[in-house]
């Protein structure tokens, strides 16, 4: 999958001297408008395995602020590719264009198949599409973590830890794997759920990694005023924008461990920025109707 890429760049953040470590942002959100961070990751090595076995359609599921459902219908317009999403909620049906996400990937030419939480989960939805090249939820697989091998370069090897937001476990699994034996990889899932640990085994098989579970905030998607407070806050010190669903979470979550003494002084931080901003608009649209303020 050849688009054309810009560099992400360690970005430093201004931190009090008192914390006592260093801490970067590894701007992947930057490098892509629309196929964003680690989605671009996800999806390159998987575009090239659907074109090398001849498929025209692509295949996927996702919920209603699915940053990988706007990355999968981009990619395929992209690249020539029908593709159809497995939407959960049965209820959005009649809601696409209120949804910032889903609008956005039925522009570019998504079709959609809504089915209530109970029936997302089953395989016998999959027997029935036989020439789609499936790519499962949130776009985990070998070959998504192979792309995810890619985040991490020559100049980030003097980091001692390295930080990500953490979804299915696809990103944090390929950190780890190009990661250095020095270096501690830390995750911190967005979502409440104890099968993470074990997906991630699945993919790796160094031990220098740890999930942080503190940062959920509820659950996926979940999100109260203390977060969207640091997340403007952040962007007004740092001119960082952050999204709410994974790298608001996970930043708040570092600046909490800084405070706490987590990180020996002297420590150099190295965070990834894994995108998700197109997931603002939809996510402002649930703020308003909640009276909370808005993401700025
Ligand atoms: C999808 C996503 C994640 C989670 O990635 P996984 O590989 O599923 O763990 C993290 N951050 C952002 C912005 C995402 O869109």
């Known amino acids: 999958m050849m688009f054309q890429l810009h560099k992400s760049l360690n970005q430093k953040i201004n931190l009090p001297p008192e914390f006592g470590v260093e801490l970067f942002l590894k701007r992947e959100d930057e490098i892509h ?20 076995k001849g498929f025209k359609k692509l295949l996927t599921f996702g919920g209603a602020y699915s940053n990988h459902i706007a990355a999968v219908a981009y990619a395929g317009h992209m690249f020539g590719f029908e593709t159809l999403g497995i939407i959960r909620g049965d209820e959005l049906k009649d809601r696409i264009d209120d949804n910032a996400t889903l609008s956005f990937a ?52 003097d980091f001692n830890y390295i930080c990500t937001s953490v ?32 997906d991630i085994s699945k993919f790796v ?27 403007n806050a952040f962007k007004e010190q740092q001119h960082i924008q ?17 405070q706490k003494g987590y990180f020996p002084k002297g420590s150099r931080i190295l965070a990834i920025h894994t995108g998700g901003l197109q997931g603002i608009e939809g996510m402002n649209n649930t703020l308003k109707q909640k009276n909370l303020p808005l993401i700025e």
């Open 106 to 157: 039925k522009n570019h030419g998504m079709q959609f198949e809504f089915v209530t939480r109970e029936a997302y989960r089953t395989d016998k939805l999959i027997n029935d599409y036989q020439d789609y090249y499936i790519i499962p939820e949130g776009g985990t697989n070998v070959l998504a973590v192979k792309g995810c091998e890619e985040i991490l370069t020559e100049m980030d090897v």
């Open 242 to 258: 952050l999204d709410p669903v994974y790298t608001g979470k996970m930043m708040f979550g570092i600046f909490d461990l800084i």
């Open 167 to 198: 979804g299915t476990g696809g990103t944090v699994s390929g950190l780890i794997n190009c990661s250095q034996p020095s270096q501690q990889v830390l995750g911190f899932p967005a979502l409440k759920g104890s099968f993470l640990q074990e």
């Open 33 to 52: 408008p629309f196929v964003s961070g680690n989605k671009y990751r996800k999806l390159k090595y998987n575009i090239e395995e659907a074109q090398k």
């Open 205 to 231: 098989s160094k031990p220098n990694w740890k999930l942080i579970t503190d940062y959920h905030f509820g659950g996926y998607a979940k999100i109260n005023l203390e977060l969207i407070r640091f997340i």
